[in-house]
Nanobody, 116 residues
Framework: QVQLVESGGGLVQPGGSLRLSCAAS????????MGWYRQAPGKQRELVAA???????DYADSVKGRFTISRDNAKNSLYLQMNSLKPEDTAVYYCTAGPLVPGQYWGQGTQVTVSS
């Protein structure tokens, strides 16, 4: 049974930082591509960042230079370091995994709210 469990969301002021974590089980983590998506109210789910099994990364233009995706294969964990947060980053953030590209398995999501 595959499980992806996100943590680390919360309320933060504009300009602040948060670090999201995703603990994976039920998959051979090091072989999977991983990603973070987000969905804001009334909007479609969008890719935030992705990382391949080999460690190559890709980011949405809106978060380049502010967010960093990383993985620790020894801990079966995925991370998203979010700096210089903006109100428009407010969304539910989802962890996702797939054997070639992310998207086969999904977590339940963690809420990130950026507000003063």
């Amino acid at each position: 049974q595959v499980q992806l469990v996100e943590s680390g969301g919360g309320l933060v002021q504009p300009g602040g930082s948060l670090r999201l974590s995703c603990a994976a089980s039920g998959i051979i983590f090091r072989r999977y591509a991983m990603g973070w998506y987000r969905q804001a109210p009334g909007k479609q789910r969008e890719l935030v960042a992705a990382i391949t099994s080999g460690g190559s990364t890709d980011y949405a233009d809106s978060v380049k230079g502010r967010f960093t995706i990383s993985r620790d294969n020894a801990k079966n964990s995925l991370y998203l370091q979010m700096n210089s947060l903006k109100p428009e980053d407010t969304a539910v953030y989802y962890c996702t995994a797939g054997p070639l590209v992310p998207g086969q398995y999904w977590g339940q999501g963690t809420q990130v709210t950026v507000s003063s």
